[in-house]
């Protein structure tokens, strides 16, 4: 005989049923909000994935453009340097023909018409062609700027260079592991190596010159003056100094005292500098001071000699001409680099003499003429040629910018030499 059920047992066992459903219903929700955050999760990783793919896609393809585009750069300096050649042949006399490597089923290549010939029209291609980016479709495209470095001043030029010391600019870049500024780390002569004895030194108007330089950039720089508290007079001797092939600084005192207690210990270079970037070593040089004078300084052509190129100069770089008669010489005033500027706009060029050329104008014209009374310093040739030239290539794929900078010698034959190239990051 069963017992019967004790009073209030059939509402428990509802209420149990009732808590049960509740903590499935909540374990239901748990679970379903854990695939939800899951498929998120793998959606997320997905388009996260896809846009570095396409990232790394469009980064190789701005690095491919923008390695086309020195090519073509090159092959724009070099048509440079064949007109120029091409019209130094013409003007001795020689034909085309009579060129080095020129037979006589060569094809002919001509620009246009352009006053000043050839030459002239090259030196648009190669001026102009930064103005004229190409876009190759809607998202790629690339621009190419080249500049003569003769438009800088070569600091090169103020200190004499050593006879052993004239073939540098040849042996630039050759080998691997070159750096930014194309020298090999293996042909970098050890401190035993350099010559300990007497060689170039700077001449006192080389000091007077880079002083005033110095002083002019520092000037020019941003911030007040307890922000530009340099020594103008005594950075130019530390550069001069540094560059020089002797073992004494013009102050009198030994050049290396200052680099031997650097951390690690370095000397002076002691030879033509093959990177503006070695300006940063110099006593006295900051970061700040060497970012503002690579406005204004090359060290191209290395070992060169020529001062600024004033046809082709920047504003803020025909500044630093200095001309005058001996013991009077300054930097030119505004004045003087206002006309020489509305020469160009003309579509003029300052020259030793008028010449052929429809274009010159006789330096002792310019302006008053104080530009012909005296000299110039350093010495240039005018009408200068562009020798050596910086390449600085952009390339844009999607979002990506790939920018590269390269620097090519058309002096060697059959030419043009590449010295250096490098990829430009940030503001560089």
């Known amino acids: 005989m069963s017992r019967p059920l004790r009073s209030g047992y059939l509402p428990n066992v509802q209420r149990t049923r009732r808590s049960e459903r509740g903590i499935v219903l909540a374990i239901v929700l748990v679970m379903i909000f854990a695939l939800v955050t899951a498929v998120y999760a793998f959606q997320h990783r997905a388009i996260i994935d896809n846009t570095i793919a396409a990232n790394r896609l469009e980064s190789a393809e701005a690095d491919a453009l923008a390695k086309g585009g020195l090519r073509l750069a090159e092959v724009i300096v070099m048509i440079v340097r064949a007109k120029y050649v091409q019209g130094d042949a013409g003007s001795s006399g020689l034909g085309e023909q009579d060129l080095p490597g020129k037979s006589n089923t060569t094809p002919e290549l001509s620009l246009g018409n352009v006053e000043g010939g050839e030459a002239a029209a090259a030196d648009a291609l190669w001026q102009g062609i930064g103005g004229a980016p190409i876009d190759i479709d809607d998202e790629r495209r690339l621009r190419i ?107 009198g005192r030994g050049e290396n005292e200052y680099y031997r207690r650097q951390d690690p210990p370095y000397e002076a270079w002691n030879r033509p500098l093959l990177s503006v970037d070695q300006l940063g070593l110099v006593e006295d040089v900051d970061a700040r001071l060497l970012s503002e004078l690579r406005h ?42 206002e006309d020489l500027y509305k020469l160009r706009d003309k579509g003029k060029l300052v020259c030793d003499d008028a010449g052929g050329d429809l274009r010159c104008v006789p330096i002792g014209e310019v302006g008053n003429g104080d530009l012909g009374n005296g000299s110039v310093y350093p010495v240039a040739a005018l009408p200068a040629k562009p020798e050596v030239f910086r390449v600085t290539v952009t390339a844009t794929v999607g979002t990506i910018d790939r920018r590269f900078e390269a620097i090519y010698d058309t002096r060697p034959n059959p030419g043009p030499q590449l010295l250096s190239w490098r990829r430009l990051r940030g503001e560089d």
């Open 145 to 251: 700027d080249i500049e003569d470095e003769g438009a800088k001043l070569n600091l090169n030029a103020l200190v004499p260079a050593r006879p052993a010391e004239e073939d540098l600019g040849g042996g630039v870049g050759r080998g691997n592991g070159s750096d930014s500024e194309g020298r090999d780390d293996d042909d970098e002569p050890s401190l035993s190596d350099r010559d300990d004895g007497e060689g170039s030194s700077a001449s006192e108007e080389a000091v007077e010159y880079l002083t005033a330089v110095i002083e002019y950039v520092i000037d020019g720089m941003e911030g007040d003056a307890q922000d530009k508290r340099y020594d103008p007079a005594a950075i130019a001797e530390n550069i001069l100094d540094f560059m020089d092939g002797d073992q004494t600084s013009l102050g």
């Open 296 to 337: 204004y300084v090359t060290v191209h052509p290395i070992a060169g000699t020529s001062g600024i190129n004033i046809n082709r100069a920047a504003p803020w770089v025909l500044k630093l001409v200095y001309a005058g008669t001996s013991g009077n010489m300054r930097l030119i005033d505004d004045r003087l680099a």
